[in-house]
């Protein structure tokens, strides 16, 4: 089982920029598939960007296709999720997750192992 620890969420306003980090207690980083999802109240957890091991290969949801950027640094054990021209629908907890795969293109959250405790991020219009 991998440790998840997310941080930087906060309160920005509409059009900002938040960068989300999640550090993972894994002895072989890079063997794991991560990902990030979100949910929203009142509403179900949703895919948002994933990230395969090698940081190789990459994908995203269509309502954050080229405003965010999923990326990792496996000498630092840490996934990152640039966020950009944040819009007040992005509104949401944020949750990053880890399962011990080379798979890649991983978007159902019944397929991950680990998760983090989940980082609150508000934008306000």
């Known amino acids: 089982q991998v440790q998840l620890i997310e941080s930087g969420g906060g309160l920005v306003q509409a059009g900002g920029s938040l960068r989300l980090s999640c550090f993972a207690s894994a002895r072989t980083f890079s063997s794991y598939a991560m990902g990030w999802f979100r949910q929203a109240p009142g509403k179900e957890r949703e895919f948002v960007a994933s990230?395969?091991?090698?940081?190789?290969?990459?994908h995203y949801s269509d309502p954050v296709k080229g405003r965010f950027t999923i990326s990792r640094d496996n000498g630092k054990n840490t996934m990152y999720l640039q966020m950009n021209s944040l819009k007040s629908e992005d509104t949401a907890v944020y949750y990053c997750?880890?399962?011990?795969?080379?798979?890649?293109?991983?978007?159902?959250?019944?397929?991950?192992?680990?998760w983090g405790q989940g980082t609150q991020v508000t934008v306000s219009s």
């Open positions: 990230i395969s091991g090698s940081g190789g290969t990459t």
């Open positions: 997750t880890a399962k011990r795969t080379y798979q890649e293109n991983i978007h159902d959250r019944y397929d991950y192992d680990d």
